[in-house]
């Protein structure tokens, strides 16, 4: 019988950790913007480097109107929420993943498109390209806030 409740109790355990891991990401996910807004300043981004050779002085100022609007509604979400401390330690591998994607930035500088099959062409590649190495940046971010946390509290 005690083999019995020995295994119960590590079940119970390994279920309660799981449950904390769970809560932990949640919750270092809720503190955080939004993958949806990090979306927006990805498209807007890609929109401006796409059409940066073709783009009027009357399109600029909307996109960056556009671009202002979100910032402030950005603003508006997250000033509602907590101030993250700051990491005691962290892997900084959303720093590398940061760093590639000002690469991309730079690389997709080069590249001169001026009739609408380019344009489109880097407006896919700039979105596809950044979104997942900025969204990398973001899970990295978390995971690092999370064990942070986790060894904070240890």
């Not at 190495?133 to 064990?147: E, F, G, I, P, Y």
Request: net charge neutral; hydrophobic share 55%.
């Amino acid at each position: 019988m005690a083999d019995g409740q020995e295994r119960i109790d590590k079940l119970t355990a390994a279920e309660r950790l799981a449950s904390a891991d769970q809560a932990s990401n949640k919750m270092v996910a809720a503190g955080t913007s939004s993958r949806a807004t990090l979306f927006v300043y990805v498209v807007l981004g890609s929109i401006a480097m796409s059409l940066e050779h073709v783009l009027s002085p009357k399109m600029a100022l909307g996109l960056f109107a556009v671009a202002v609007v979100a910032a402030l509604v950005h603003y508006m979400i997250m000033r509602s929420r907590a101030t993250m401390r700051p990491l005691l330690s962290s892997s900084a591998t959303y720093g590398w993943y940061a760093f590639l994607a000002s690469m991309i930035v730079m690389c997709l500088r080069f590249w001169v498109a001026e009739d609408p099959w380019s344009i489109g062409a880097k407006l896919v590649v700039s979105c596809t390209a950044l979104w997942h190495l900025l969204s990398a940046a973001q899970t990295a971010w978390d995971k690092d806030r999370v064990q942070d946390a986790q060894e904070m509290a240890g």
